[in-house]
């Protein structure tokens, strides 16, 4: 019965597990567990570095609750069961002619776990995925079924999308597709400066834009990704030679001596660096905006103003130098667009997200408190499912609508049917 995320960082022995494999099977959990005085969570793939699926009480299973319910190509709206992967997602899109407007690297989790931790993808003129959502069907605290959108209990809707699972079980998830396209990836290692300097121009350019920064090198691999098909295919052997040789096995081995023998980290981030190689092709967009990461890792991402990321990049980069224990992983920087959503990163504004990750077993919770304290000092959001130690008293400052969300919320679950640990520090007991 004991249940670990994917990074390790949390784990919970849940009283009592169910695996509902239909609406009527989600209500009756939540009745039976309330019956016994048990909170409830729904668990996704365990991709969030954060315990928001953790619970001591009723832990609903929700990988046999999967699949699309309907699709309408000329509209792009389909319907989605809560449990479905992102991968399996992209898999159906592909075959009826669709595709998500924007995606992160990691396709593993499930689509409800994704909108209601705020996972994004990059794009000065794109939302985070939660931004594709049109309608959500959730089951309340009490185990009645109700559906919302803009237009259909908004309030509840605009709470929900990104909801951290307080609000109900979401049941299905109806997205706004668009016709599938191709995308031109352009990815090659930059001097960090030449970045830096054209961070503004590159991120208003590109369709995509986003660039990895190993701590102690001097280069960035840079990535853009533009719609159209001007580039040719990447061969089979390149792939599988570039994704899983160099950036999963090799990088792996590299990672694991620096565990080993931490004074090598320095010097072998150095080489990591150094080995960046330039790749230009074209896929369709699920394969571009996907990454398969087989090295486990840790990881704290902020949400800052995007004209205070260069004074941010600046401090980070100062403060690196002085930990005393050295960093194996790269930051990585992304962007994204202003959205209403109520508690998501981007809230109100245009958006630049640092994210900043350790190999697991390293140390690193002083590196995580560094960026922390700095994204604090101009505003920063954390990313709901990464690493942090922010409570609800400090996110109230940061969300307008921070308490239009305990609202909904004392409106749905006055009881606090889906508690947990996380949500007590995020919004208050």
């Known amino acids: 019965m004991t249940w670990q995320n994917w990074a390790g960082t949390a784990t919970a022995d849940p009283a009592q597990r169910y695996w509902p494999r239909s609406t009527e099977e989600i209500a009756d959990a939540i009745k039976d567990a309330a019956a016994a005085g048990l909170t409830v969570r729904a668990l996704g793939s365990g991709h969030s570095f954060t315990p928001t699926a953790a619970t001591s009480g009723a832990a609903l299973d929700l990988s046999g609750w999967a699949g699309v319910i309907s699709a309408d190509a000329n509209s792009g709206l389909v319907t989605v069961r809560s449990g479905t992967t992102i991968r399996r997602l992209n898999a159906a899109l592909d075959v009826l002619g669709l595709a998500m407007p924007n995606l992160g690297d990691i396709d593993a989790q499930t689509i409800a776990g994704a909108i209601s931790t705020g996972t994004h993808g990059t794009g000065a003129r794109l939302g985070g995925i939660a931004t594709a959502v049109a309608a959500l069907e959730l089951i309340l605290a009490d185990g009645s079924v109700v559906s919302c959108s803009p237009q259909q209990r908004p309030d509840l809707f605009a709470a929900a999308q990104v909801g951290l699972g307080a609000l109900g079980v979401i049941s299905t998830v109806t997205l706004k597709c668009v016709p599938a396209f191709d995308l031109s990836a352009d990815e090659r290692p930059m001097p960090l400066g030449e970045v830096l300097e054209r961070f503004g121009e590159f991120a208003a350019s590109n369709d995509h834009f986003e660039f990895y920064w190993f701590p102690y090198g001097k280069n960035?691999?840079?990535?853009?990704?533009?719609?159209?098909?001007?580039?040719?295919?990447?061969?089979?052997?390149?792939?599988?030679?570039?994704?899983?040789?160099?950036?999963?096995?090799?990088?792996?081995?590299?990672?694991?001596?620096?565990?080993a023998v931490p004074?090598?980290?320095?010097?072998?981030?150095?080489?990591?660096?150094?080995?960046?190689?330039?790749?230009?092709?074209?896929?369709?967009?699920?394969?571009?905006?996907?990454?398969?990461?087989?090295?486990?890792?840790?990881?704290?991402?902020?949400?800052?103003?995007?004209?205070?990321?260069?004074?941010?990049?600046?401090e980070l980069r100062a403060a690196v130098p002085r930990l005393a224990d050295p960093?194996?992983?790269?930051?990585?920087?992304?962007?994204?667009?202003?959205?209403?959503?109520?508690?998501?990163?981007?809230?109100?504004?245009?958006?630049?997200?640092?994210?900043?990750?350790?190999?697991?077993?390293?140390?690193?919770?002083?590196?995580?408190?560094?960026?922390?304290?700095?994204?604090?000092?101009?505003?920063?959001?954390?990313?709901?499912?990464?690493?942090?130690?922010?409570?609800?008293?400090?996110?109230?400052?940061?969300?307008?609508?921070?308490?239009?969300?305990?609202?909904?919320?004392?409106?749905?679950?006055?009881?606090?049917?889906?508690?947990?640990?996380?949500?007590?520090?995020?919004?208050?007991?």
């Open 263 to 314: 004074a090598l980290i320095k010097p072998l981030n150095r080489f990591a660096a150094g080995t960046l190689s330039k790749r230009a092709y074209s896929a369709p967009s699920h394969q571009v905006f996907v990454t398969p990461r087989r090295v486990r890792f840790v990881e704290s991402e902020y949400a800052v103003p995007r004209e205070s990321l260069l004074d941010v990049l600046g």
């Open 220 to 259: 960035a691999l840079v990535k853009r990704n533009n719609r159209g098909t001007e580039l040719p295919r990447m061969p089979a052997w390149r792939h599988f030679f570039e994704y899983e040789v160099m950036e999963n096995a090799a990088f792996g081995a590299l990672c694991r001596t620096g565990r």
């Open 327 to 429: 960093v194996m992983f790269p930051v990585e920087v992304r962007v994204a667009a202003a959205d209403d959503i109520w508690l998501s990163t981007a809230y109100g504004r245009g958006s630049a997200y640092v994210a900043i990750h350790q190999y697991a077993g390293l140390p690193y919770q002083e590196y995580f408190r560094a960026l922390e304290s700095i994204a604090a000092a101009v505003g920063g959001r954390p990313h709901w499912g990464k690493m942090h130690t922010r409570d609800a008293a400090q996110l109230g400052e940061l969300y307008p609508r921070f308490a239009d969300f305990l609202r909904v919320r004392d409106e749905v679950d006055p009881d606090r049917r889906f508690a947990n640990s996380y949500l007590e520090q995020v919004l208050g007991p």
